[in-house]
């Protein structure tokens, strides 16, 4: 197990210093759109939108989401709509990139043609929603046992205790489902086929598998999580300090012109983090990929050895 972990680091840092260049290129493309286009006053509309939907009651009668649909603007969604797919574009050509690099013995073939192209397009976008999906359904419950435990006449500190162990509990089934399917988008990315029967494919290349397949993925997953969460908020504490704090009455909390300004500039300053450690991230799962598919064609021989008899 050692030499297959130490052969998993070789293969890993090998595939990213060689595929850093394109990869980190294609990965940029899709962060570079959102600044291009989104820009400070996209986001403003959008966050405002969010808080007359949530923060208002409509006198119409219209649910939050109603009044979201309604208020957000046709031009919003076409952007999301757009680069929702180019990123799933340049993901799915980082990952093919990337096997192919891996994949020295033919484990799994991949169709260089355009039609394979966007077969594997489609079929990544959807073994990705259904990814995504479960892993929320399996940590959906836990907000609603928090909201109703906030209701309950105990003590403060006996309900924020109680809220971590929750939390703690919900995160167990979801971080398993995160890691047993793995290798459900890139099989999709690779492969075209349809997510159904992909689904059962990546559980049983993980089943086994499980500590080393986290491993591979904390790597990177743990350097641009940490990225993700403390970049805006070292921005958010600057913003509060230029702006000599948050003034309750003034137009900030209308406008909501600090939060945008948060978010336009943690986004510039994630750009760089995205070009470098996504591709990265799909090297430590198609790493893992690689060595499930290698256990499954070449399973562990039979123990042959006959245990002598007695000759009573």
């Known amino acids: 197990m050692i030499t297959h972990l130490q052969q998993g680091m070789l293969d890993l840092t090998r595939l990213w210093l060689r595929s850093l260049r394109g990869d980190a290129l294609l990965a940029a493309i899709p962060g570079a759109l959102a600044l291009l286009w989104l ?17 208002t009651t ?7 989401l109603g009044v979201l649909v309604a208020q ?34 033919s484990l799994l073939t991949v169709d260089t043609r355009h039609l394979g192209v ?4 489609v079929s990544m976008s959807a073994c990705s929603l259904l990814y ?3 892993c929320l359904v399996s940590i959906g419950p836990t907000p609603w046992l928090i909201v109703t435990l906030a209701t309950l006449q105990i003590p403060l500190l006996m309900k924020v205790l109680a809220a971590l162990l929750f939390l703690s509990i919900a995160a167990i089934p979801a971080i398993w489902l995160s890691i047993a399917l793995l290798p459900l988008p890139y ?25 080393i397949g986290s491993l591979y993925a904390s790597i990177a997953g743990t350097l641009y999580s940490s990225a ?14 230029w702006q000599g704090g948050l003034n309750v009455d003034g137009p900030e909390v209308d406008h909501l012109h600090w939060l945008a300004t948060t978010i336009t500039a943690s986004r510039w300053l994630l750009w760089p983090f995205d070009a470098l450690l996504l591709p990265l991230i799909h090297a430590s799962c198609l790493v893992v990929l690689r060595q499930a598919l290698q256990a499954s064609r070449n399973p562990p021989a039979p123990n042959t050895t006959h245990q002598p008899t007695s000759v009573l």
């Not at 820009?39 to 923060?55: M, R």
């Not at 409509?58 to 939050?64: E, F, H, K, Y």
């Not at 492969?191 to 086994?208: D, E, K, N, Y």
């Open 228 to 241: 993700l969460l403390l970049i805006p908020f070292v921005v958010l504490l600057l913003v509060f300090w």
């Open 118 to 121: 966007l077969g594997a397009l």
């Open 39 to 55: 820009g400070h006053t996209e986001v403003v509309t959008v966050l405002q939108a969010i808080t007359d939907a949530f923060l």
């Open 58 to 64: 409509d006198p119409q009668g219209r649910s939050a």
């Open 187 to 211: 099989l999709g990315a690779l492969s075209g086929a349809f997510p159904i029967g992909l689904l059962r494919r990546s559980v049983h290349l993980m089943r086994g598998r499980w500590w």
């Open 132 to 134: 995504v999906g479960l």
């Open 72 to 105: 957000i603007p046709l031009s919003a969604l076409v952007i999301g709509a757009l680069l929702l797919v180019t990123t799933l574009t340049c993901h799915t050509v980082i990952i093919r990139r990337q096997w192919r690099q891996l994949d020295d013995t």
